[in-house]
């Protein structure tokens, strides 16, 4: 495995990346490119080597995942019988989302759900290391954009205390790829298994800010559907999936 020489990264970090994007069809939604290489995972700092795939440049929104439900009739609203869901419950009836939400990351979902909606839209969940490899680019920084600054995601520390747009923070949010909210906002489920639960990412508008950075993982059971929960799509190549 070749590795980035320090000399290499400083050039790296120095050059803002010239961000590949596609409209991925099924969804309507952006995709990003993340070249295949290595890049710094984890704490320690291990290089990892990954091939080439693209990730949704957002959380999946309501408005997107409206698509998938219209398609199928059958399939659950996203809903929870408990006080804290009321703002994120869609009407079981009309199968609408909450008035003013539909460029909000969809929430009150499942691994379950989010892996169907993966598969109607003909891609995947990205794994633990595309998702963090995604979210800092190559030189090991500990959030999307470099160093810890306030007012640069939605965190504990924003105020808020509640889901934001997507994008709002961008672009002075982003990730080196051009992806938004991959700190704060809310956890993204990822396809990796850790022996406990399933892997997620990103931290989540009540989460302090070291839960927000790239290196830190937690886990939930499938069935989990929480007000924080949300998930971002990938694929592993352009032309597989589309032909």
Excluded at 77 to 98: E, I, Q, S
Excluded at 123 to 142: M, T, Y
Aim: aromatic share 14%.
């Amino acid at each position: 495995m070749e590795r980035v020489t320090e000399q290499r990264l400083a050039q790296l970090q120095a050059t803002p990346l010239e961000h590949e994007v596609v409209v991925w069809g099924p969804t309507g939604s952006d995709l990003v490119r993340v070249p295949a290489g290595t890049f710094r995972y984890g704490r320690p700092q291990d290089w990892v080597d990954l091939p080439e795939f693209w990730i949704g440049r957002t959380s999946v929104t309501n408005a997107e995942y409206a698509r998938f439900l219209q398609v199928h009739p059958e399939y659950p609203v996203p809903f929870v019988k408990a006080d804290w869901a009321r703002p994120y419950n869609w009407d079981a009836h009309t199968r609408l989302y909450p008035s003013g939400l539909d460029n909000h990351p969809v929430t009150l979902v499942s691994w379950y759900d989010a892996v169907a909606y993966t598969e109607w839209a003909g891609a995947r969940l990205p794994s633990d290391k595309e998702w963090e490899k995604a979210a800092r680019g190559i030189d090991g920084r500990a959030y999307p954009w470099g160093c810890w600054e306030l007012d640069r995601c939605n965190t504990y520390e924003a105020g808020i205390g509640a889901t934001t747009p997507v994008g709002a923070y961008s672009p002075v949010g982003d990730s080196p790829y051009g992806c938004v909210d991959m700190a704060g906002n809310v956890w993204e489920w990822t396809a990796t298994h850790d022996g406990l639960g399933l892997v997620v990412r990103g931290g989540s508008f009540v989460n302090e800010r070291h839960q927000a950075a790239c290196t830190f993982r937690d886990w939930d059971l499938p069935e989990s559907g929480l007000r924080l929960y949300g998930f971002r799509i990938a694929v592993s190549s352009l032309e597989a999936a589309m032909g």
